[in-house]
């Protein structure tokens, strides 16, 4: 049975005995055997869900961070039950995800524009009938992509565009050239923030993204302001990746 990183960096952090950048415990998973990811960029992924682990757990967490992408096993970890009551967090995401997206209409409409796009751009590209993790299965010159879709229409009373992903699924199909493409739709426009999956992974690393829900989701929040594109701060530019569809390579 596959390992997850999670279950993979106590282990190593356990022998060590000592806290370890988040670097060390993938290489020393990678002499190990111990770690198996297409991803090609396992040292982000393994900072980012450690990080995710502590941010979003606190004291119930595994680990602790001691320092910069550096992490130790956390030994005070206080075991307690968390209270089985609803989640109003996660209620109210999955209430507005239900109002924009269930219905089909603008969910489905951004999948719908982004396969045109593609098509126009060359790409062989189809929508995946069922949703696995990942909305396009798209090919070029003998690559293959992996393309999730995220459609929005502005939030006129934050002025911002909020989308939700869930980490379950963020953390199982985050291997391969991945793709997210955020549909930014305003006033009858639409533009795409696309960002390949490191640019993601980076986000998440950095606390550009916020964990709400007790782990469960991924709240990326994009806004524009005299022209340029923030993700989650304004001292996080994305400018550089909107409508940038020759990135997807």
Do not use: C
Not at 73 to 79: A, C, G, R, W
Not at 91 to 116: M, P, W
């Amino acid at each position: 049975m596959t390992k997850s990183f999670k279950e993979i960096a106590h282990e190593i952090l356990k022998g060590a005995g000592k806290p370890l950048h988040s670097k060390e415990i993938t290489r020393i998973a990678k002499e190990r055997g111990l770690l198996q990811t297409e991803g090609k960029t396992p040292e982000a992924t393994m900072n980012a869900q450690l990080l995710v682990d502590v941010n979003s757990r606190g004291e119930l967490s595994s680990f602790k961070k001691v320092g910069p992408s550096t992490f130790t096993i956390n030994d005070k970890k206080v075991e307690i039950q968390e209270e089985a009551k609803p989640d109003r967090i996660i209620e109210e995401l999955e209430l507005e995800e239900e109002k924009q997206v269930e219905g089909g209409y603008i969910g489905k409409a951004g999948e719908h524009t982004v396969l045109s796009e593609l098509l126009f751009r060359g790409y062989n590209a189809a929508l995946m009938s069922v949703d696995v993790g990942v909305d396009i299965l798209a090919t070029r010159n003998n690559e293959t992509f992996h393309i999730q879709v995220k459609t929005r229409n502005i939030s006129k009373r934050h002025d911002a565009f909020h989308f939700n992903l869930r980490i379950v699924s963020f953390e199982r199909h985050n291997a391969g050239k991945t793709f997210y493409i955020f549909v930014l739709r305003e006033n009858g426009k639409l533009d795409y923030l696309i960002l390949p999956l490191l640019e993601v992974e980076k986000a998440i690393e950095q606390e550009f993204v916020h964990v709400v829900g007790k782990g469960k989701l991924y709240r990326i929040t994009i806004t524009r302001r005299e022209g340029k594109i923030y993700l989650g701060r304004r001292d996080n530019e994305v400018s550089y990746f909107l409508n940038k569809w020759d990135i997807i390579k």
